[in-house]
């Protein structure tokens, strides 16, 4: 496991709603998912479960598939952002700016499970990765 430095380095931010919000799957976030979908093995498999990949992955899009999707944005936000809510989190996403937020949300997680390595960072449009800046 990296240094305490290292691990706080690892929150990356997303452009949601207007606002810049960082991302940090922190324990509060692992009890949400693990509350909400048993374990996080148990939502990456209902990732996995979608056909398709960019807007022919819409069709595939079950009501579970969504819900995975905004648990874990919102369970990546609520250590920065704990009045979110889901709904609230549901009504940021959309499809301009899905797979950007997903894509700083799947490299926060695995930034979490890697016991914080570091990632690189991306400028970009809402919802890509902006990397704060170091001192």
Known sequence: MGSIDEILQDDLNIDLDGKVRKVRYSLASLAFITR????????QE???SMKGTGTAALDGMTVEV?????????????????DLTEDDVARMIDIRNMQGIFEVCTRAMQAMTSGGKKHDGETGEPGNPTRKAKK
């Not at 909400?36 to 939502?43: A, D, E, N, P």
């Open 36 to 43: 909400k979908f048993g374990s996080i093995g148990k939502m």
């Open 46 to 48: 209902v990732f996995a």
């Open 66 to 82: 969504i819900d995975a999707m905004v648990g874990m944005v919102y369970a990546g936000l609520i250590t920065h952002n704990p």
